[in-house]
């Protein structure tokens, strides 16, 4: 197992998410809990000492499968994380509450790594309200040794990351983010990393195989990448991808089945970062990987400024290019929920002005009328 370092401590370099663990009859409520335990055990046994949890994984079931499965080891041979769960904005007001039975469920008396979870367009508001003192509390339990280091996730655009860092940034020791070859151009993932980079706050990642997508490429792709490295899997490749990228210190990754475990434990025995010739073709392959219906948006906000509507058209533009790759994702739908009708695709009235303007001539308005089509058919 390859380790890096933080702070003096050796961190596994692949860390075991616990969102997507073993379930009874698909019901994402019910862990298998001997299932799970099996995986966690092997993970922990091959060098794997970062675990990492949640509020609401499994309706709260992964930190207890997590409690199940560490509490026979030594505390201090493995680092448990878990996060303030945000994403609800009914939670707000219960900092010290969830807290308090966040420890209680994964039984342990602190927490080596603590997050504010989740921190996007729909909460940025309320984590940054002082009347919840979610930040004064978090930061109280750090003085008091029961949060050892304190970092957030983040699934928002630029501009909420950057306005979270502006906030509370000297005080965050890491930050997690969606990270992998596709995101990389689609979630704009480069210039989060560059950021932080900037920041020196080291990456933490979630979706380093875009929740098993990046398992299966069309063969195409996979021959491409087969010509630069026989050897690799194509679940190899994201790894390497993510063994490239200046500032990542832990990639987490969901096992869901032994196999997985099994695989990965393999490929993290070894750092094989990429060269810029092979760096360069993964990233081209992530790009065609959502090309295919997706709008080439610079985000140059040419065609903003002549809309009638006052639409951010480039912002749309993305959520558009997201929801084309990824199905019904959570991601489209969290920043969608926070627009008022009147700044969402139905909005638009396709009088061409944006058109008119762009350099690239995008079809806007019938793209925006298709993706209005696609979010009534998903619901």
Not at 358 to 373: G, S, V
Request: with cysteine; charged share 25%; net charge negative.
């Amino acid at each position: 197992m390859i380790y890096r370092d933080f702070q003096g401590m050796k961190l596994s370099g692949l860390g075991m998410g616990n969102m997507r663990l073993p379930v009874i009859d698909g019901d994402d409520g019910k862990v298998d809990f001997a299932e799970a335990e099996r995986i966690i055990d092997y993970a922990y046994e091959h060098g794997v000492n970062y675990f990492d949890t949640a509020w609401g994984y499994h309706n709260g079931n992964s930190e207890v499968a997590v409690r199940r499965a560490l509490s026979k080891y030594p505390r201090e041979s493995y680092y448990l994380a878990d996060k303030f769960p945000g994403y609800d904005l009914s939670n707000m007001p219960k900092v010290k509450e969830i807290f308090e039975e966040q420890l209680e469920r994964c039984g342990v008396d602190y927490f080596d790594f603590y997050l504010f979870h989740n921190v996007c367009e729909l909460n940025i508001e309320e984590y940054l309200d002082p009347q919840y003192g979610i930040f004064d509390y978090l930061m109280e339990q750090k003085r008091n040794g029961r949060i050892r280091h304190l970092g957030f996730s983040c699934h928002g655009a630029l501009p909420v990351l950057r306005r979270f860092l502006d906030a509370y940034g000297e005080h965050m020791e890491f930050c997690q983010i969606q990270l992998n070859y596709v995101d990389w151009s689609l979630q704009r993932a480069e210039e989060k990393v560059a950021l932080l980079n900037e920041r020196n706050i080291p990456v933490w990642v979630m979706e380093g195989v875009r929740g098993g997508r990046l398992v299966n490429l069309p063969e195409e792709a996979v021959s491409r990448l087969k010509a630069l490295r026989p050897d690799e899997s194509t679940v190899a490749w994201a790894f390497r991808f993510l063994q490239s990228v200046k500032g990542v210190t832990m990639v987490l990754s969901g096992m869901s089945a032994m196999e997985q475990a099994e695989e990965n434990v393999a490929i993290w025995d070894e750092d094989r970062p990429l060269s810029e010739e092979e760096f360069k073709a993964i990233t081209d392959v992530g790009r065609s990987l959502f090309a295919n219906g997706a709008l080439p948006c610079t985000a140059c906000h040419y065609c903003v400024s002549h809309c009638p509507m006052g639409l951010d058209i480039p912002h749309l533009i993305s959520l558009y290019n997201e929801f084309s790759y990824s199905g019904r994702g959570f991601i489209t739908s969290m920043n969608l929920q926070i627009l008022p009708e009147d700044k969402r695709p139905s909005a638009c009235i396709a009088c061409h002005s944006c058109t008119a303007v762009c350099p690239q001539q995008l079809p806007i308005p019938e793209t925006f009328a298709k993706f209005t089509e696609m979010l009534s058919e998903d619901k």
